[in-house]
């Protein structure tokens, strides 16, 4: 059986095909830029990237270009339309309603819309993915997964924030959390790696990204994560700034002049890594700005690491203990000096990694010492497969 998993952005579309009698990927790739042309489709065959420039003035006119690809590329993975037997869509927020993955009917796609408001930049770009595919594979089952699902079952004294109970009640304004499916899927590949049941085990999974997350995973349930409302709260990331004090924008505001869309600019797009450094909202620029000695870069790392060491003591405090730690995405599976200064002087909280160990980037391999109480992993994420074997359960 294969499946087309689809991640839209808002002038982009990822895919990958599964066959999932062995869970592989067939064929995946990128198109850039849609709606301002030139748009590019970036795309691998045997193993080699493929980037040509392609007509792609809307998300429908570049899931069209997917599908031709597929079926009339180089190296063609299909033969017929037929052969996809479904469309599994990352969406970003579930809002209250989506607990779940779900197989998406008009009622689905009105309810995600409802949550529009909620996550401005993503859920719009989900939706125009959703509909293009509709339009283009109209009798193929479509499914969507959520980013907050993973995170909706977290206890109402961790997703409220203490403000008006009024805001909650009549808004839904409360911590959601995202990046569920990538905590998922590492948290449940540890427990496989260290070979116990999930349900036994305390694990911290740290997303770090451009964006950035850390999750508790108690039992194999989130029951906290470090974004709330929206993406901004938590760890400082690429652009974003992270958890401050409310009263500073506030303060922008009403001392500086600042409107309310500028404050959500400089928090979402010119703080964090950018902010701090004040030239790359990249670790890659950072690391090697730090190491040629730029004070900037290296404050802009110390603070980065610092903020996530924070939030591995509180969360070993609420699931009173540790078993495995798991670093994940760009940054995470990448980035050895940064685990080490994350992990560096935890030896009281049973962490020690094994510099040795740890000196590699992009694979699936245990990094703590043989003496270390808690165990450390680096696992890349793989979202996609999370979405594509979701999307083989709910239609079978
Ligand atoms: P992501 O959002 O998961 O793609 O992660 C992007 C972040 O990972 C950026 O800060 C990159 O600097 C960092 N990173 C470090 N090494 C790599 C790498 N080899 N490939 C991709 N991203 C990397």
């Not at 691998?44 to 997917?66: D, I, L, Q, Y």
């Not at 997703?159 to 839904?172: G, T, V």
């Amino acid at each position: 059986m294969k499946i087309l998993v689809v991640n839209c952005g808002s002038s982009s579309l990822k895919y990958q095909l599964f066959d999932m009698e062995k869970e592989e990927v067939i064929a995946k790739g990128i198109i850039e830029r849609i709606g301002t042309p030139p748009s590019y489709l970036t795309y691998s065959v045997n193993g080699e990237k493929k980037r040509k420039e392609v007509s792609a003035g809307n998300h429908t006119e570049a899931f069209k270009v997917v599908i031709d690809t597929l079926l009339n590329g180089v190296n063609p993975v299909i033969s017929s339309i037929e052969e996809i037997k479904a469309v599994g869509h990352r969406v970003v927020h579930g809002g209250e309603k989506f607990k779940e993955p779900t197989i998406i009917d008009d009622e689905v796609i009105a309810e995600i819309e409802k949550n529009n408001e909620l996550a401005p930049l993503h859920n719009p770009a989900g939706l125009a993915g959703i509909r293009a595919s509709m339009e283009v594979l109209p009798n193929v089952h479509q499914t969507a997964v959520f980013d907050t699902s993973f995170h909706s079952n977290m206890p109402k004294y961790a997703y409220l924030y203490a403000i008006p109970m009024r805001f909650y009640r009549d808004y839904r304004i409360r911590r959601y959390g995202f990046h569920g499916t990538s905590h998922y899927y590492v948290a449940n590949r540890a427990a496989q790696l260290v070979g116990r049941p999930i349900e036994e085990l305390k694990i911290v999974t740290c997303h770090l990204g451009n964006g950035c997350s850390i999750s508790a995973v108690k039992g194999g349930r989130s029951i906290d994560t470090s974004m709330g409302f929206t993406p901004l709260e938590g760890l400082i990331m690429g652009t974003r700034s992270g958890d401050l004090d409310p009263a500073i924008p506030l303060y922008l505001m009403r001392n500086l002049n600042y409107t309310a869309e500028e404050v959500d600019d400089i928090l979402n797009k010119e703080s964090g890594l950018l902010g701090i450094s004040e030239f790359s909202n990249d670790m890659r620029d950072i690391m090697k700005a730090a190491e040629e000695g730029n004070q900037n870069a290296k404050l802009a790392m110390e603070m980065f690491c610092y903020r996530i060491k924070k939030y591995i003591g509180a969360y070993t405090a609420i699931m009173n203990g540790l078993d495995v730690l798991v670093f994940t995405a760009g940054i995470g599976e990448n980035e050895p000096e940064i685990r080490e200064m994350v992990c560096d002087d935890m030896d009281y909280l049973g962490i020690k990694i094994d510099p040795q160990k740890n000196n590699f980037k992009g694979q699936e391999k245990e990094i703590s010492a043989s003496d270390s109480k808690v165990k450390v992993w680096v696992i890349p994420t793989n979202e996609e497969l999370v979405i594509a074997r979701e999307t083989a359960r709910l239609i079978s």
